[in-house]
């Protein structure tokens, strides 16, 4: 976030959408549901942590003049043989070109369907994680980011 900081302006999300809006539950092995934090939907809950993150880092201001929306295009799991999380999402800056970005967080999985849909609630954190860190660290994210030259 550091080196984010360094180049990029401060930003806001306008808005963030999802291809399932309000989507707030998936289905581990067809009948354990597992819910994001406190049954949020997932594009609010990809939204609030972005925020927090940029605001924590000073990089995110209701007032910025670079407005960012996103667009949670998939959000899901395997729960079977090697563990996945596959987040990806489209982000848009008006007049410029959007980037999508797609993130696979791999982790070991329990044989039994109770443990194994545990492991998937448990690898999210680090999922989304990583697919933050991915997001902030593409190039085409960045270039996104930058004022448009007039």
Not at 19 to 45: N, Q, W
Not at 50 to 66: I, N, P, Q
Not at 114 to 131: H, I, K, T, Y
Request: hydrophobic letters at 45%.
């Amino acid at each position: 976030m550091k080196e984010l900081k360094q180049s990029i302006p401060q930003i806001r999300i306008a808005g963030f959408g999802a291809a399932s809006p309000g989507k707030t539950t998936l289905f581990c092995r067809l009948s354990f549901p597992v819910y994001l934090p406190d049954k949020m939907a997932h594009e609010i809950f990809l939204a609030e942590a972005m925020r927090a993150e940029l605001l924590e880092a000073g990089l995110y201001s209701e007032d910025a003049t670079v407005s960012v929306t996103g667009h949670l295009v998939s959000m899901d799991f395997n729960s079977f043989g090697t563990g996945k999380w596959i987040i990806e999402a489209k982000f848009e800056v008006e007049g410029k070109e959007p980037v999508t970005i797609k993130y696979e967080y791999t982790y070991p999985i329990s044989m039994t369907a109770v443990n194994a849909c545990g492991d998937v609630s448990r690898a999210l954190v680090p999922a989304l994680q990583g697919f933050l860190f991915t997001v902030y660290s593409d190039a085409g994210f960045k270039a996104l980011l930058q004022p448009t030259a007039r």
